[in-house]
């Protein structure tokens, strides 16, 4: 799990989500529209490859892994639900163009 980091960009080796920035301000892949500043953009790349790269704990008992997204949502400004499904919307777009493209001969 590793989030590659430089002044222009954000990736990561687990998760196809990106995070750019315009110099002043960061813009996150499964955030579309929203500014934020380069501290929000590692925690949601981070939030983002947590919920990618690792299945959650059998029956939703590992405190530690929910406290750990509920504070990065929290430092994101949305609740642990919210960000999930937006992470979530963002692969189902993914796939669904994907899926588009083979359909089309990949034009």
Do not use: C, F, K
């Not at 929000?40 to 590992?62: D, F």
Request: hydrophobic share 40%; aromatic share 4%; no cysteine.
């Amino acid at each position: 799990m590793a989030v590659t980091i430089t002044d222009q960009g954000m990736t990561s080796d687990l998760t196809g989500h990106t995070a750019t920035s315009s110099g002043v301000r960061w813009r996150v892949s499964w955030l579309p529209g929203r500014d934020l500043d380069r501290n929000q953009a590692v925690t949601a790349m981070m939030l983002a490859e947590t919920v990618t790269g690792s299945e959650p704990p059998p029956g939703g008992g590992n405190r530690s892994y929910w406290a750990l997204l509920d504070g990065w949502a929290a430092e994101l400004g949305l609740a642990t639900s919210e960000a999930l499904r937006h992470l979530t919307e963002a692969a189902l777009a993914d796939a669904r163009a994907a899926v588009e493209g083979q359909a089309d001969g990949g034009r």
